[in-house]
């Protein structure tokens, strides 16, 4: 069983920055990729980005890009969401997930092919 640990998130002011981090113990078997999420308050849970195995394939919803940038050290289980530029509507609980299998390109934005999430690290953007 993979357990998925998040963290660094916190509360910042519109216009700051963050680096949240996801890092995978017990059983690590190879995924196919590693995905970022986020739930805001009375919103159902969204697609912010996601990695592929190699680190070259990247995914990223409209709304973050060119803020958003995910990287992830395959020796070190850990994957990285640095979140730069941020904005009163990035507030939000944000979850890590990993996906085992390949469901296809179309597929990395779809919570349901994410076997494994973590608890979530809160992000609170203050205006």
């Known amino acids: 069983q993979m357990q998925l640990i998040e963290s660094g998130g916190g509360l910042v002011q519109a216009g700051g920055s963050l680096r949240l981090s996801c890092t995978a113990s017990?059983?690590?078997?190879?995924?196919?990729?590693m995905g970022w999420f986020r739930q805001a308050p009375g919103k159902e849970r969204e697609f912010v980005a996601a990695i592929g195995w190699t680190g070259k394939d990247l995914y990223y919803t409209d709304s973050v890009k060119g803020r958003f940038t995910i990287s992830k050290d395959n020796a070190k289980n850990t994957v990285y969401l640095q979140i730069t530029g941020l904005k009163p509507e990035d507030t939000a609980v944000y979850y890590c997930a990993a996906q085992m299998f390949n469901y296809g390109y179309t597929a990395y934005s779809n919570a349901n092919t994410y076997a494994y999430w973590g608890s979530g690290t809160q992000v609170t953007v203050s205006s």
């Open positions: 017990g059983r690590t078997p190879s995924t196919n990729a």
